[in-house]
């Protein structure tokens, strides 16, 4: 089993800048592609970043516009995400989410382990 734990998120005003970590814990051996989503108020789960084990690859969604940027340190078992000029629609719970296999996907359905997410608060 794997374990992952979202922090970082916090309340903050438009325009301003947050990280996200999501540390892994457990059978770390097996992480392979790390990914964010997040999900919004009434609204699905939606694909925000991805990152493969190596970093060489990585996929964005397209309403991040280059203000979020995803990155990893695998010799701690955590991935970042940058979240820079943050708008009030950025407001959700952010998630943290774990593949053992690679695929790049942006669908939540191909990730097997989930954190328990972060919220993040943008007002204006």
């Known amino acids: 089993q794997v374990q992952l734990v979202e922090s970082g998120g916090g309340t903050v005003q438009v325009g301003a800048s947050l990280r996200l970590s999501c540390t892994a814990s457990?059978?770390?051996?097996?992480?392979?592609?790390m990914a964010w989503f997040r999900q919004r108020p009434g609204s699905e789960r939606e694909f925000v970043a991805v990152?493969?084990?190596?970093?060489?690859?990585?996929q964005y969604g397209a309403f991040t516009n280059g203000r979020f940027t995803v990155s990893r340190d695998n010799s701690r078992s955590t991935a970042y995400l940058q979240m820079d000029s943050l708008e009030v629609s950025d407001t959700a719970l952010y998630f943290c989410?774990?593949?053992?296999?690679?695929?790049?996907?942006?669908?939540?359905?191909?990730?097997?382990?989930w954190g328990q997410g972060t919220q993040v608060t943008v007002s204006s």
């Open positions: 457990g059978r770390t051996s097996r992480l392979h592609d």
């Open positions: 990152i493969s084990w190596s970093g060489d690859n990585i």
């Open positions: 989410a774990v593949s053992d296999y690679y695929s790049l996907s942006s669908q939540y359905y191909t990730y097997r382990f």
